[in-house]
């Protein structure tokens, strides 16, 4: 019974010590930076954190697309009316060069090319004729009339916010990237209408 009662008084002293509002110093942090982790805040001034000895730049890391870069309008939630309003949107570059020509053409394959296929079909990898995982087709940009009387102000929208099942490209792509794409297209687009217009012309000889 001396026992019991002797490991129940311990316990409760434990039990109460734990409980208690008595502060104790940890000791010693090693790595006090990991152990006490400072969120940093969207809109916060590097400067407040630089005087505290925090390096903190708010520099974008390396590759990646700088939230700073020449916005055409503010990211919203409702893009309705924007979408319509794009159609006035000119695309800033001059004409691409062959040079530019194939860059798009790259950055077409990396992220257009494997829902749009490489032909701008809509025929992807991703497609494959139905037989791929994606079982709804994606857009035909060659030869859908619909698509090729965009604009190519609502075609860089459509990157820049998305359409449909089409997500937003604006994280992976910066907005020369994106409107270089949009040119592509309708380079693309006009290419294909060439032939079938010198065929008509001939047809009539």
Request: glycine share 8%; charged share 20%.
């Amino acid at each position: 019974m001396k026992t019991n009662a002797i490991i129940a008084v311990g316990l409760g002293a434990l039990v109460f010590a734990a409980c208690s509002d008595i502060r104790r110093t940890p000791g010693k942090v090693y790595m006090p930076d990991m152990a006490y982790s400072r969120a940093v805040e969207t809109y916060t001034d590097p400067r407040e954190l630089q005087a505290e000895g925090i390096n903190y730049t708010a520099l974008p890391v390396e590759g990646t697309v700088s939230r700073s870069d020449e916005a055409i309008y503010l990211m919203v939630k409702d893009t309705t009316g924007l979408h319509a309003a794009s159609a006035n949107l000119k695309n800033p570059l001059p004409p691409l060069d062959e040079v530019q020509l194939a860059e798009a053409d790259r950055l077409y394959m990396i992220n257009c090319g494997i829902c749009h296929g490489a032909k701008l079909d809509g025929n992807g990898p991703l497609f494959k004729d139905g037989s791929g995982p994606y079982s709804s087709k994606p857009a035909n940009l060659a030869t859908d009339p619909n698509i090729k009387a965009l604009p190519v102000g609502t075609i860089f929208h459509v990157e820049t916010y998305g359409k449909n099942m089409m997500g937003s490209y604006a994280s992976q792509l910066s907005n020369k990237q994106r409107w270089m794409i949009a040119a592509y297209i309708k380079s693309k687009q006009a290419g294909d209408a060439a032939p079938a217009a010198a065929d008509s012309a001939a047809a009539k000889k």
